[in-house]
């Protein structure tokens, strides 16, 4: 009987640098001067590193978008053919190393490794088409085909901005102090226009409880719902006093969200979005008013 290939979210590259890039985010925004986060990502994702060489290829397998079956195939083949030339030994060494160091470093482990992971099924299923591509054991061949549909399926997805392009690690590595901050911020807000990247006050409140409840769903939508309510009285209140008409739209338009803010269990990306948004429209209109 052929042998399951069981996933481990501690030992997947591609969610470790997930997770770490996540707690730059918040240790950016709680203005943590020396973040270990940024010192693991640095050493332990650096372009000449194992890890480093396995999360490129998990970053090529999750962001590119092809319209043809035909060559997502032949990108999987690809990958798992730069897969074959890591050094696993040293690959799983410093895999150890880190995850020793996360252990560490953040005394809440738990909620460290339990934060909800966009995409989550395709890194498990790359992770496991990596296992079965590397291991000596013998596993199912049914499940070797599924993983391997679960990352075409992906890479032939319709809707391009499914998932943006985060920064490629050369770009990343070359200007480290710059670009930490930006991806950060891109990892958590995908869809925000990056003209709104200086975030204000009530942005960084929302990113920050964003990053806190990551895994408290019942928090993060309570939290939603009461500044939804709120933005939407304050942001009704403003209509009287606007004459500019563009203005007035973009005050309608962002009132008739309201339902669709607070609506399912689960705060999604797009929900975090529209409300950073309306904090940008509330900065606009002041502006406006003060003028």
Do not use: C
Not at 79 to 99: F, G, P, T, W
Not at 169 to 176: A, E, G, V
Not at 187 to 196: A, D, H, P, Q, T
Not at 235 to 244: A, E, N, V
Request: glycine share 2%.
């Amino acid at each position: 009987m052929n042998r399951a290939i069981v996933h481990s979210k501690l030992k997947n590259t591609g969610i470790l640098f997930e997770l770490l890039t996540r707690q730059i985010t918040a240790d950016i925004l709680n203005n943590n001067k020396n973040p270990k986060s940024v010192d693991l990502v640095k050493k332990y994702f650096a372009k000449n590193t194992q890890l480093g060489k396995e999360w490129k290829l998990y970053h090529i397998l999750t962001t590119e978008n092809y319209n043809s079956e035909t060559k997502a195939d032949k990108l999987v083949d690809a990958v798992i053919n730069s897969r074959q030339k890591l050094h696993n030994a040293d690959l799983r060494r410093e895999k150890y190393n880190l995850i020793k160091e996360i252990k560490e470093a953040f005394p809440d482990v738990n909620s460290f490794f339990n934060a909800r992971i966009p995409n989550y099924k395709v890194y498990a299923s790359i992770y496991k088409m990596f296992l079965g591509e590397t291991s000596v054991e013998d596993y199912g061949p049914d499940e070797i085909v599924n993983n391997r549909y679960t990352i075409m399926e992906n890479i032939v997805r319709t809707d391009k901005n499914k998932i943006k392009e985060l920064k490629t690690s050369n770009d990343y590595f070359k200007k480290q102090d710059r670009d930490l901050q930006l991806l950060a911020y891109e990892i958590l807000v995908e869809k925000f226009n990056s003209k709104y990247n200086t975030l204000n006050k009530n942005q960084k409140v929302l990113l920050r409880e964003y990053i806190n409840n990551v895994s408290n769903t019942n928090g993060l939508r309570e939290f939603v719902n009461a500044e939804v309510g709120r933005m939407a009285k304050l942001l009704t209140s403003y209509m009287k006093h606007i004459d500019d008409k563009i203005t007035k739209i973009k005050l309608k338009e962002a009132i008739n969200q309201s339902k669709v803010l607070t609506k399912g269990k689960i705060v999604k990306d797009d929900q975090i979005v529209a409300l950073m948004r309306w904090y940008q429209l509330e900065k606009e209109i002041i502006n406006v008013l003060n003028r």
